[in-house]
């Protein structure tokens, strides 16, 4: 991914002709890659919450760590950023996993 709001693309001639990067993905028919990651991921949860009770990933996925945190601010765990991107509970989100078509609609409604 480039750093600046433009590609520059150079011709044999030698011209530059400067173009965005949101129109290089709109003409190559490529959406950017930050909502392609989230979407994956949200696809990946809904993979792995629909697994069998006992299998390593769902209970990794489904583990909640015991004890106390240290002093001061809470840490933002990967668990609270997902509830916070999906708008809903952990348990919603499981209820929701179960029937593929409405987990399939609660990411196009996330991320269309």
Sequence with gaps: MC?????ELSIN???INSITRLHLWKVTGQ???NLEIRK???RWIGHTLRKEDGEIP???LLWNPQGNRKRGRPRNSWR????????R???ELRFLAADRQKWKGLIDNLYS
């Excluded at 750093?3 to 590609?7: C, E, G, I, M, W």
């Excluded at 609270?80 to 708008?87: M, P």
């Design 58 to 60: 769902k209970a990794a």
């Design 13 to 15: 001639t030698g011209i």
């Design 31 to 33: 959406e950017d890659l």
């Design 80 to 87: 609270r950023s997902v509830n916070k991107e999906a708008g």
């Design 40 to 42: 994956r991921k949200f």
């Design 3 to 7: 750093r600046s709001k433009h590609v």
């Design 89 to 91: 509970s952990w348990n």
